[in-house]
């Protein structure tokens, strides 16, 4: 296997047709097709199931797909890192995120690079804690941003100086909306849109599913998230209210929704982590000495 040849099946696995494949790729039909079946004559595996009309992925094939997809990326990654070594100005910086206001810093620290540096460019993928550590796992990404319940053990991290505090976004004519805080009592039998990351009961310190206690396994849950702008939605329908971090939504413009928080309130610590004995490209230094100022600088002046 090799890049080109990879790019060839996830162009052909895409577009569903080796008409359409050869013709973005700039091969024609036959060569593409010759280099398809060597392909699957190397991993000893069919990848396609052909009719007149289309191309179908077998298992086999979504399987190298999704490999294929990291492969070429982590790729092109690596080659946009030794093309920007020698650069001061420029280079690529990658963040994983879980969808917080605490993001807030690493904006802030874009800014300030932003005069100096001017063709630093930042790739941000967004995902539940979950998500974005398995991509740092890969190297896909040179930090991630992550919320507790978290194992921190394998990276260095940095906490941050805020919390997220979580409650429930509801309908504004919801009988909850009415109250100032919500307590466990009031959500049982209620429909719950919850995050799939605040329901691991199988992680210890979360202090979510300790808030819930027994409770836990009598909430009326209807629906999991891993990002909340869509639970959101489900929520102005009136589908369900969702149990949400303050500050995910503009509550003040959006009418249909209100924000309560949990009493007794639980808070979650946030961390910027990345991989352990990492070697980092010029560009995530220089990121990384500004996040790590800004963040002791916003604690200094938070104590």
Not at 44 to 63: A, E
Not at 91 to 105: K, Q
Not at 125 to 146: K, P, Y
Not at 204 to 217: C, I, R, Y
Request: hydrophobic share 40%; glycine share 4%; charged share 25%.
């Amino acid at each position: 296997m090799d890049i080109r040849v990879l790019n060839y099946f996830l162009t052909v696995a895409r577009e569903g047709s080796m008409t359409g494949a050869a013709r973005i790729l700039h091969v024609s039909q036959p060569t593409l097709s010759k280099q398809l079946k060597n392909l699957e004559e190397e991993l000893g595996r069919k990848l396609f199931n052909r009719t007149n009309y289309s191309i179908k992925l077998t298992n086999d094939g979504m399987l190298l797909r999704k490999r294929a997809e990291d492969l070429i990326e982590l790729f092109e990654k690596t080659q946009q890192e030794f093309e920007n070594l020698d650069e001061e100005s420029g280079g690529d910086v990658y963040i994983g995120s879980a969808e917080t206001d605490a993001f807030r810093y690493f904006a802030c620290s874009m800014m300030d690079l932003k005069e100096r540096y001017p063709d630093m460019k930042y790739h941000l993928t967004s995902g539940n804690s979950f998500d974005v550590t398995e991509r740092l796992d890969r190297g896909m990404d040179d930090f991630a941003i992550v919320v507790d319940p978290i194992d921190l053990s394998k990276y260095n991290y940095i906490t941050f100086p805020a919390t997220d505090v979580w409650g429930i976004v509801m309908h504004k004519d919801s009988e909850l909306a009415k109250k100032e805080s919500i307590a466990v009592s009031d959500l049982v039998n209620l429909p719950l849109i919850v995050s799939k990351q605040a329901i691991q009961t199988d992680i210890s310190k979360n202090q979510f599913a300790e808030w819930f206690g027994e409770t836990l396994d009598r909430l009326k849950i209807v629906g999991t998230y891993s990002l909340p702008f869509n639970a959101f939605i489900m929520a102005r329908e009136g589908f369900g209210n969702v149990l949400a971090f303050e500050k995910m939504i503009n509550v003040a413009t959006e009418n249909d929704l209100v924000f309560r928080p949990l009493e007794p309130q639980v808070e979650c610590k946030l961390y910027v982590i990345w991989k352990k004995y990492q070697v980092f490209s010029p560009a995530a230094n220089l990121f990384l000495e500004s996040i790590q100022k800004k963040l002791q600088s916003s604690s200094t002046s938070q104590s």
